[in-house]
């Protein structure tokens, strides 16, 4: 048995005040002290809410890192390429080659999307396999035509290998307070930063706030984008518009319903089933989700799979009504002879298109290239 003398007892109690003074000043008693800053996303006039996923807020670290993962070669194989290798800035973050090439130049089959607004999405792809943006992001890693590479190797590298000032490990500390890298991980920091590559800065949209005036031109375009397509006489309803909103209609101006549609390209699907690889559902046939037409001008090639290189082909499909097939959407006009849209009125819908442009997005230096 110890007796407590009182040399004892006075030890023990400066021993005690020790211990409580290092708690209560903070001590971290050799751990590491976390505290990431919160990051609110400044939504456009009449957009609406974002919806953030609750297990990844947005944090000013986790975005930094993101955006420092979308540039990084380490996410390919042999660390030829990198997210922005398919999504060039000035394409409106989109690869202006008819197909997406991945290391040692393989080619896809499909051109890569525009990456704008995509917070606002409720799938990817252009087959929709894809149903959050964190699930998108973890494919083209180990796509075998894209950057070719297993998370296990990616995840060894920005753990161990060299990148001079940078500090990955610290990074991730920094974003999610833990120093152990994951692929979970990876994809949360560069999901966040996709979220902030945010496009509402174009003619249209100063417009809408009522900062300048479309053109006679821009505006007619505008009123022919809204209105039905077709002949009344041949086409009920018809207005002899351009039948654009049903697919891309300006609600939450984001010019794209994000539904699927078979826009009468081809007859048949056999060179790309579309979405049908996704659900099975053999009325998904030749049906591809439809894209934004934010920065639409600086987007070409056009279609999943560029088979369109400029702005006056696109217009001139959907002008003569496209191919018929078996799924084709019924507001294709391919069986009364397409919309019959006179030069001067083609003229004017890529006017308008041209006015939603956003060269503030395009130029964004937080969205480019930092290594």
């Known amino acids: 048995m110890v007796v407590m003398t009182p040399q004892i007892a006075s030890k023990y109690l400066i021993l005690s005040a020790f211990v409580f003074s290092a708690i209560a000043s903070g ?10 800053t919160a990051y609110t996303i400044d939504i ?10 609750a297990d990844n807020p947005m944090t000013e670290e ?3 890192l993101g955006r420092l993962l979308f540039w990084e070669t380490s996410l390919s194989l042999d660390n030829s390429i990198t997210c922005g290798s398919c999504h060039a800035p000035s394409s ?8 997406s090439s991945g290391v040692n ?5 499909r051109n890569a999307s525009v990456i704008c607004n995509l917070g606002w999405s409720s799938s990817f792809f252009w087959d929709g396999r894809a149903l959050t943006l964190e699930d998108q992001i973890r494919d083209p890693v180990e796509h075998p035509l894209e950057m070719n590479v297993s998370w296990e190797v990616v995840v060894t590298r920005l753990m161990n290998d060299d990148f001079g000032e940078l500090d990955y490990p610290q990074l991730f500390f920094n974003a999610f307070g833990s120093d152990n890298i994951t692929e979970d991980l990876v994809v949360k920091a560069i999901a966040q930063f996709i979220r902030t590559m945010i496009s509402a800065d174009s003619k249209f949209d100063k417009w809408r706030r009522g900062e300048t005036n479309l053109t006679d031109s821009e505006y007619l375009g505008y009123q022919l984008f809204l209105k039905e397509g077709g002949d009344p ?7 002899f518009g351009a039948d654009c909103f049903h697919c891309h209609g300006e609600a939450g101006l984001q010019f794209s319903d994000y539904l699927f549609h078979n826009n009468g390209l081809d007859a048949s699907f056999e060179n790309d089933p579309g979405r049908v690889n996704v659900t099975g559902f053999v009325l998904d046939s030749g049906l591809f989700k439809t894209p934004t037409l934010r920065n639409v001008a600086l987007s070409a090639p056009y279609m999943h799979d560029g088979r369109f290189t400029s702005l006056e082909d696109v217009i001139e ?7 018929s097939s078996s799924t084709i959407d019924p507001f294709m006009k391919y ?6 849209l006179a030069p001067q009125q083609k003229d004017a819908i890529i006017a308008f298109l041209h006015a939603l442009t956003d060269t503030t997005f395009i130029q964004n230096p937080n969205f480019h290239d930092p290594h």
């Not at 006489?233 to 207005?239: A, L, Y």
């Not at 069986?335 to 019959?340: M, P, Y």
């Open 44 to 53: 456009p006039p009449f957009f609406p809410p974002m919806d953030i996923p």
């Open 62 to 64: 986790g975005i930094q």
């Open 335 to 340: 069986t009364t002879g397409g919309l019959a």
């Open 92 to 99: 409106s973050f989109s690869d202006p080659n008819q197909y």
């Open 317 to 323: 499909h959907y002008n003569s009504g496209g191919v």
């Open 105 to 109: 130049g393989t080619l896809g089959d």
């Open 27 to 36: 001590c971290d008693c050799g751990e590491k002290t976390w505290e990431a």
């Open 233 to 239: 006489e041949v086409n009920p309803g018809g207005e």
